[in-house]
């Protein structure tokens, strides 16, 4: 039988390797991890955060989305996922040439070998050309920086965090993508991160958590009060960084095949209940239910997912549900406010709980429920399985610890040094009379055109007509040069 024209080779733009519709889902699950970043995750931070930080937060995201792709592309995608120089880590160079970017993706250190040399498992070539590989893992790194920006909102100096991007990405982003997912070490020992657990969360969780600590703490009229300024916007951000979770780890498998298909639904059932069981934990403590707390759980079940979204059962994929919402609100609820570590750092948006905590008992979880069949879907060593199948399984959740660990120390090492060099040139933290302030300071801009944060309407002062309250007519109040806006009264 003929093959339809439709999927015939028609040269030189569709070569005879390109799958059109892996090419297809690729682009489009690319495009849904960017709107998790940009808008998904720059709504939920300037409507997470306090009023007078909402601009701050939203422009930290948007910052950190374009530069990670300009670096991306110069030199870090082929540090991650290029050549070796190190077990560790690619030979950085750049990906920008048509030479590079028409021929068909490949990972060129990922052919697994036995121990007698023959080949286990083919080089990782899928269907589509390299551009698409290069974009959809520039989406997995924008939205790692960006998660990690969660934990010093508030206070940390604009300057050093636009310094901090490209050096963060290029030291410590690339090592973790290069040890799991490019062909390094982790990746040829069997270590399974099927989309991010530990490359993505909790590299940002770790790395959030010690860069909050170097920077140090916001006031402590922002650390005693900090609500959200809009929580249905907050809503609607979250929304996006939910749905958007399909191309996430729906877009792992580097095809449109069966894998993506039981990814996608493990991770919708891993989030729902997550948040359920947050929620009801919420209920029983507090009282009542939070839609914060319904956010946070529903993210610690995505990222919990994450590391082993393809390769688990749907049932395991609720029990891990149920442990996302519960060890992660025990560490953030009851042991947050135990530690005097964790009180002395001041993570904004307790990125350490909802990814480093989330993403390590996900990796966790996933060397005890990792199944056989579903392993040999997509996984370099054959053979692989989760402790509670038997076998060499127990090995699998020894090699999980152990890359956790080695996940945990880069990221403590390279970040404190990335910060230390970075604060030989500028403060890490903004002075107090900005952060008193906050975004008219920083940016000379305001997410609302009204009264200052936390005033109570006060005719004297915010006021139009000079007539009834003693003012200039017309008169426009400013502060440090830009408008803080009027109200009229009719």
Not at 52 to 80: G, P
Not at 135 to 145: D, E, K, L, R, V
Not at 279 to 306: E, R
Not at 376 to 393: C, D, E, K, M
Request: hydrophobic letters at 50%; one cysteine or more.
């Amino acid at each position: 039988m003929a093959t339809p024209g439709a999927y015939q080779e028609h040269l030189p733009a569709v070569p005879s390797w390109l799958n059109k519709g892996d090419n297809a889902w690729q682009i489009t699950a690319s495009t849904l991890v960017g709107l998790q970043s940009m808008p998904g995750l720059v709504i939920l931070y300037a409507s997470i955060v306090k009023k007078k930080w909402a601009v701050n937060s939203a422009f930290m995201a948007l910052y950190a989305f374009a530069a990670v792709l300009i670096c991306w592309v110069l030199v870090c995608y082929r540090m991650a996922f290029g050549d070796q120089l190190f077990p560790f880590w690619g030979k950085g160079s750049p990906a920008l040439g048509q030479n590079y970017l028409i021929r068909r993706a490949a990972v060129p250190e990922s052919t697994h070998y036995y121990e007698n040399g023959s080949i286990e498992t083919a080089m990782i070539e899928p269907f589509y050309p390299m551009a698409s590989l290069v974009y959809f893992q520039f989406n997995f790194a924008a939205i790692t920086m960006i998660l990690l920006a969660g934990s010093v909102l508030g206070r940390m100096n604009i300057r050093a965090w636009m310094a901090f991007v490209p050096l963060w990405l290029i030291f410590s982003y690339t090592v973790g993508a290069f040890s799991l997912w490019g062909g390094g070490f982790l990746f040829h020992w069997g270590v399974i991160d099927y989309s991010g657990g530990y490359v993505i969360h909790l590299s940002s969780g770790i790395a959030g958590f010690t860069a909050a600590y170097w920077v140090g703490p916001r006031l402590r009229s922002d650390r005693e009060r900090f609500p959200p300024n809009n929580i249905l916007l907050m809503l609607a951000g979250a929304g996006l960084l939910w749905m958007g979770w399909s191309g996430f780890n729906g877009g792992a498998p580097y095809a449109a095949n069966i894998d993506a298909s039981i990814a996608v639904l493990n991770t919708n059932i891993c989030a729902a209940t997550s948040l359920l069981v947050w929620t009801s934990l919420d209920v029983v403590f507090f009282g009542k239910p939070s839609v914060i707390g319904a956010v946070q759980g529903m993210m610690t079940g995505l990222v919990c997912i994450t590391p082993g979204a393809g390769v688990v059962q749907s049932w395991a994929a609720i029990v891990m549900g149920m442990l996302s919402g519960s060890i992660p609100w025990f560490s953030m609820m009851i042991l947050h406010k135990k530690s005097s570590l964790l009180q002395k750092v001041d993570d904004t948006l307790g990125v350490f709980h909802t990814h480093a905590v989330a993403g390590l008992l996900g990796g966790l979880l996933t060397g005890l429920l990792a199944e056989p069949t579903l392993c040999r879907l997509i996984l370099p060593v054959t053979n692989t399985r989760g402790a509670f199948y038997g076998a060499n399984g127990g090995v699998q959740f020894l090699k999980q610890l152990v890359a956790a660990l080695f996940v945990i120390g880069w990221n403590i090492v390279s970040t404190t040094l990335i910060l230390l060099a970075i604060k030989l040139f500028m403060p890490l933290r903004m002075p107090d009379d900005e952060l008193m302030i906050g975004d008219d300071a920083v940016h000379g801009e305001e997410a609302y055109a009204l009264w200052g944060d936390g005033e109570k309407y006060d005719p004297t002062k915010h006021g139009w007509h000079a007539s009834s309250y003693g003012e200039d007519a017309g008169q426009t109040r400013f502060v440090n040069g830009a408008a803080r806006g009027v109200t009229i009264n009719l």
